[in-house]
Protein backbone atom coordinates (compact mmCIF):
# COMPACT_ATOMS: atom_id res chain seq x y z
CA UNK A 1 0.00 0.00 0.00
CA UNK A 2 1.29 3.71 -0.98
CA UNK A 3 1.57 6.42 1.90
CA UNK A 4 -0.67 8.52 0.06
CA UNK A 5 -3.29 5.38 0.09
CA UNK A 6 -2.65 4.68 4.04
CA UNK A 7 -2.84 8.72 4.67
CA UNK A 8 -5.95 8.48 3.21
CA UNK A 9 -7.40 5.50 5.39
CA UNK A 10 -6.46 7.22 8.15
CA UNK A 11 -8.25 10.48 7.17
CA UNK A 12 -11.32 8.88 6.36
CA UNK A 13 -10.95 7.08 10.28
CA UNK A 14 -9.41 9.63 12.23
CA UNK A 15 -11.44 12.83 10.98
CA UNK A 16 -14.70 11.60 12.11
CA UNK A 17 -13.49 11.09 15.66
CA UNK A 18 -11.77 14.41 15.70
CA UNK A 19 -15.01 16.55 14.72
CA UNK A 20 -16.90 14.38 16.82
CA UNK A 21 -15.04 15.48 19.96
CA UNK A 22 -14.61 19.06 18.75
CA UNK A 23 -19.18 19.53 19.01
CA UNK A 24 -18.53 17.62 21.89
CA UNK A 25 -16.49 20.92 23.10
CA UNK A 26 -18.68 24.04 21.78
CA UNK A 27 -20.01 25.70 24.42
CA UNK A 28 -24.30 25.48 23.99
CA UNK A 29 -25.99 28.86 25.77
CA UNK A 30 -28.89 26.93 27.49
CA UNK A 31 -31.08 29.81 28.12
CA UNK A 32 -34.07 29.61 26.80
CA UNK A 33 -37.58 27.88 26.48
CA UNK A 34 -38.30 24.35 25.97
CA UNK A 35 -41.65 22.52 25.26
CA UNK A 36 -42.23 18.97 25.47
CA UNK A 37 -42.76 16.89 21.75
CA UNK A 38 -45.08 14.42 22.46
CA UNK A 39 -48.23 13.94 20.70
CA UNK A 40 -51.84 15.81 22.46
CA UNK A 41 -55.47 15.01 21.46
CA UNK A 42 -58.16 17.48 21.75
CA UNK A 43 -61.51 15.85 22.51
CA UNK A 44 -64.25 17.50 24.21
CA UNK A 45 -62.25 20.32 25.44
CA UNK A 46 -59.76 18.00 27.48
CA UNK A 47 -56.37 17.35 26.04
CA UNK A 48 -54.67 13.87 26.06
CA UNK A 49 -50.71 13.29 26.14
CA UNK A 50 -48.27 13.80 28.16
CA UNK A 51 -47.47 17.68 27.99
CA UNK A 52 -44.16 20.27 29.31
CA UNK A 53 -41.86 22.39 29.45
CA UNK A 54 -38.97 23.83 30.58
CA UNK A 55 -37.58 27.49 31.03
CA UNK A 56 -33.47 27.60 31.74
CA UNK A 57 -31.28 30.78 32.74
CA UNK A 58 -27.35 30.46 32.63
CA UNK A 59 -25.94 32.50 35.26
CA UNK A 60 -22.79 31.39 33.77
CA UNK A 61 -20.98 29.20 31.74
CA UNK A 62 -21.23 26.59 34.54
CA UNK A 63 -24.54 27.17 36.47
CA UNK A 64 -27.61 26.86 35.29
CA UNK A 65 -31.51 27.70 36.74
CA UNK A 66 -34.00 25.11 35.62
CA UNK A 67 -37.94 25.41 35.58
CA UNK A 68 -39.74 22.37 34.62
CA UNK A 69 -43.38 21.92 34.67
CA UNK A 70 -44.79 18.45 33.44
CA UNK A 71 -48.01 16.84 33.20
CA UNK A 72 -49.75 13.71 32.05
CA UNK A 73 -53.17 15.50 30.53
CA UNK A 74 -56.58 14.42 30.66
CA UNK A 75 -58.22 13.02 32.79
CA UNK A 76 -56.50 12.92 35.72
CA UNK A 77 -53.73 15.98 35.24
CA UNK A 78 -51.39 14.74 37.24
CA UNK A 79 -48.36 16.84 37.79
CA UNK A 80 -44.50 17.79 38.73
CA UNK A 81 -42.24 20.34 38.91
CA UNK A 82 -39.33 22.04 40.30
CA UNK A 83 -37.14 24.91 40.47
CA UNK A 84 -33.24 24.17 40.87
CA UNK A 85 -30.20 25.31 40.26
CA UNK A 86 -27.13 22.97 38.88
CA UNK A 87 -23.61 22.44 37.99
CA UNK A 88 -23.59 22.75 33.53
CA UNK A 89 -20.73 20.79 32.52
CA UNK A 90 -20.63 20.08 28.63
CA UNK A 91 -23.96 20.77 27.77
CA UNK A 92 -25.35 18.64 30.14
CA UNK A 93 -26.52 18.51 33.79
CA UNK A 94 -28.22 16.40 36.38
CA UNK A 95 -30.67 17.05 39.34
CA UNK A 96 -30.86 15.05 41.89
CA UNK A 97 -34.05 16.05 44.50
CA UNK A 98 -32.63 14.42 47.59
CA UNK A 99 -35.91 15.91 49.85
CA UNK A 100 -38.74 13.61 48.02
CA UNK A 101 -36.78 10.71 46.20
CA UNK A 102 -32.84 9.53 46.95
CA UNK A 103 -33.04 7.70 43.89
CA UNK A 104 -33.87 10.33 41.55
CA UNK A 105 -31.89 11.20 38.96
CA UNK A 106 -32.95 13.35 36.01
CA UNK A 107 -30.25 14.06 33.33
CA UNK A 108 -30.41 16.95 31.12
CA UNK A 109 -28.45 16.53 27.43
CA UNK A 110 -28.58 19.84 25.46
CA UNK A 111 -27.95 20.79 21.90
CA UNK A 112 -28.72 23.69 19.55
CA UNK A 113 -32.25 22.50 18.88
CA UNK A 114 -33.23 21.43 22.42
CA UNK A 115 -32.84 19.31 25.43
CA UNK A 116 -33.59 15.55 25.85
CA UNK A 117 -34.44 14.54 29.50
CA UNK A 118 -33.99 11.21 30.85
CA UNK A 119 -35.16 10.19 34.62
CA UNK A 120 -34.15 7.41 36.86
CA UNK A 121 -36.39 6.69 40.08
CA UNK A 122 -36.86 3.93 41.72
CA UNK A 123 -40.61 4.51 42.33
CA UNK A 124 -42.39 4.17 38.94
CA UNK A 125 -45.74 5.89 40.77
CA UNK A 126 -44.31 8.75 42.29
CA UNK A 127 -40.86 9.13 41.16
CA UNK A 128 -39.17 12.18 41.93
CA UNK A 129 -41.75 13.69 43.79
CA UNK A 130 -43.67 14.04 40.85
CA UNK A 131 -47.74 13.55 40.93
CA UNK A 132 -48.87 9.37 39.83
CA UNK A 133 -47.23 8.17 36.83
CA UNK A 134 -45.81 11.58 36.03
CA UNK A 135 -42.45 11.12 34.38
CA UNK A 136 -39.91 13.89 32.63
CA UNK A 137 -38.45 11.94 29.99
CA UNK A 138 -38.64 12.85 26.15
CA UNK A 139 -37.41 15.39 23.98
CA UNK A 140 -38.15 18.98 24.25
CA UNK A 141 -38.20 21.52 21.55
CA UNK A 142 -36.38 24.62 22.17
CA UNK A 143 -38.41 27.85 21.28
CA UNK A 144 -37.03 31.18 22.45
CA UNK A 145 -34.12 32.87 24.39
CA UNK A 146 -34.58 34.25 28.03
CA UNK A 147 -33.12 37.28 27.94
CA UNK A 148 -30.50 38.15 31.04
CA UNK A 149 -31.93 41.04 33.20
CA UNK A 150 -29.08 43.83 33.70
Known amino acids: ?12 IVWPLWAFTQEQKRYINPTGKYVLVSKIIHRNHELFGRMGDIKVIAISRKRIIVKMDINTGAISYNSGEFVDTMFYNSNNC ?3 PMKDDRSCKIRFVFSDRGVR ?12 GFGHAVYADGFYRKLIRIKKHK
Open 94 to 96: VNR
Open 117 to 128: VSQQSDDANFGC
Open 1 to 12: MNSKRKIFIVLI
